[in-house]
Structure formats: C-alpha cells, structure tokens
C-alpha cells in the first residue's frame, strides 16, 4: 500500500488546515489508518488513528477537541481536519495505514507534509 500525503503548509496561529492523504495499491477499508508528527528536535507523536469499519478514534491530548480524523473508504482517502493551530502543532504530518492495532508500530507510511504555524 502506498501513501500520499498532501495540504500543509504555512499558516497563522488560529488556523484551521485539513491534511489529505491518497491511498494506492491497496483497498483503504482493510487498514486502520493514523497521522502522526514529528516537530523539529521531538521525537516521532501518534496524532490520531481510526478503524477500518467501527469508526473507533484515538486521539493524542495535545489535538483532542481540535483535530477530527476521517476516512472515505470508497475513494481510499483519509484525512486530518485540524482547527486552532498553534506553533506546537508545527511538525512534518504523516499519514499511514497498518493492519496491526493502531497502538503497535508496524505502520505502511507515506512521505510526509510541513504544516508551519507561524504565531
């Protein structure tokens, strides 16, 4: 399965971006599917992930109630709808898919994309 991911960018604090991500060669729905991020000098950040049909979410606490991820099964897209960004949240934004467990860490990555919040 491979993954792009697409929608970053530079923006003000207080923003909001929506993250997309395009699935290929494979069928969306036989995958859980997450974003993480990796902010400059951190360490890699599980965002949020998602179910293959069960609609069970996880979220990391630095993005509850702002950030809402989806998936559209029939286009095999996801996305990463984020509001109220800050300069925390500047980070390279990758999506992937596993079939493990959206705790483990064997993940199908795609390449990544820059959201820079500016304050």
């Known amino acids: 399965v491979q993954l792009q991911a697409s929608g970053g960018g530079l923006v003000q604090a207080g923003s909001s971006v929506r993250l997309s991500c395009a699935v290929s060669g494979d069928t969306l729905a036989d995958y859980i599917t997450g974003w993480f991020r990796r902010a400059p000098g951190k360490e890699r950040e599980r965002v949020s992930c998602i179910g293959v049909s069960d609609g069970l979410t996880y979220y990391a606490d630095s993005v509850k109630g702002r950030f809402t991820i989806s998936r559209d099964n029939a286009n095999n897209m996801m996305y990463l709808q984020m509001h109220s960004l800050n300069p925390e949240d500047t980070a390279v934004y990758y999506c992937?898919?596993?079939?493990?467990?959206?705790?483990?860490?064997?993940?199908?990555w795609g390449q990544g994309t820059l959201v820079t919040v500016s304050s």
């Open positions: 992937a898919a596993t079939n493990v467990s959206c705790y483990d860490d064997l993940w199908f």
